[in-house]
């Protein structure tokens, strides 16, 4: 009841969108005492909510810029399912491996983010980089009713949302490294891991994991060749909550399109407009296998077409495939 009756008045300090309500209105509202409501509210400023207090105005809930609180993100999300479930941590060692613990109890669309990860991970065990406060780290739940070897496009469908967010809201030129990361100017900026419990004919659920460097203006030493953020892009700080909420809107609609059409034209298109491999040459890494070729193509069910260097065309799925440039990361 407790924590009911707070989010409610989250909820409709939330709807005000910065205006005042009074106490009075409030415990009107709700059917409870002034003090009450007084005490829930000292309970929200605990937990990290700007919450101004003015006699004869009343209560009035301040946005937090550098804050993902739950009650500050959802005035920007739009998504109608995804998100509608939204957990948050203020640290958490992986927000995929919280969703892969509880996957059978959380419900489909539920979003776990956190202001840092202590464990954070990319494919292939890869460590990533999760300070707190300075991106997006976060992990969206689905339960979709689709055959396992369908779930890889889950990837995809990540990417071409993320792609399109950076350029359409951040105004950042961002392209998708098959099949997985994003990069600026030949430097990672996101990294997505799709992880799944399935049987063979059966998904239980699947973990979408996302994690975008923000407001990084300072990387360790070993990544400040290889990475770069939205801020440092941009030459400003952004709002993380509204490149979350637009995400999160955007995901949705690409994966409606996926799950009640069968439909990911939209997903390819995006996946090759915004390539940052398409007509390079790449190394193939398979665990200790490197192999050279050609990008020549990405196909409908967005596997990679490579010409390789024995003259043969060869087809690459994800799986446990890693593409990296001759040279660098990209290039």
């Avoid at 409501?37 to 937990?47: D, G, P």
């Avoid at 776990?112 to 406060?133: C, F, M, N, T, Y």
């Avoid at 770069?228 to 994966?255: H, N, P």
């Amino acid at each position: 009841m407790v924590i009911i009756l707070r989010s409610e008045i989250l909820r409709i300090l939330n709807s005000r969108n910065g205006e005042f309500i009074s106490g009075e209105e409030l415990s009107g509202i709700l059917q409870v005492s002034r003090t009450a409501i007084w005490k829930h509210i000292n309970m929200l400023r605990k937990e990290g909510y700007e919450i101004e207090s003015v006699n004869r105005k009343g209560y009035r809930l301040v946005e937090n810029f550098n804050s993902l609180l739950p009650g500050e993100l959802k005035r920007h999300l739009k998504s109608k399912e995804i998100g509608k479930n939204l957990i948050y941590f203020e640290s958490i060692d992986s927000t995929n491996d919280y969703c892969k613990q509880r996957g059978n109890e959380l419900s489909n669309g539920t979003v776990v983010i956190s202001e840092e990860q202590l464990l954070g991970r990319g494919r292939l065990g890869r460590a990533w980089s999760s300070p707190r406060g300075e991106g997006i780290w976060m992990s969206i739940l689905l339960k979709p009713q689709i055959p396992p070897t369908e779930g890889t496009k889950l990837t995809q469908i990540a990417a071409a949302a993320v792609c399109n967010t950076l350029r359409n809201v951040a105004g950042v030129e961002a392209l998708i490294k098959w099949p997985n990361d994003l990069v600026i100017n030949d430097k990672k900026i996101c990294g997505i891991l799709t992880e799944m419990s399935a049987e063979i004919n059966e998904i239980h659920y699947l973990v979408v994991g996302i994690g975008i460097n923000v407001n990084t203006l300072k990387f360790p030493k070993d990544l400040e060749d290889m990475a770069t953020s939205i801020a440092m892009e941009v030459g400003q700080r952004i709002d993380r909550k509204i490149i979350v909420a637009s995400i999160l809107e955007e995901f949705e609609r690409l994966y409606n399109s996926f799950i009640n059409e069968g439909d990911i034209s939209e997903v390819i298109s995006l996946c090759k407009k915004y390539s940052a491999i398409l007509n390079e040459k790449v190394n193939v890494v398979r665990g200790s296998s490197i192999k050279e070729g050609l990008v020549l193509d990405i196909t409908d069910e967005g596997n990679l077409i490579l010409l390789m260097d024995s003259g043969e065309r060869e087809i690459i799925h994800s799986g446990e495939v890693s593409i990296r440039g001759l040279k660098g990361y990209v290039r």
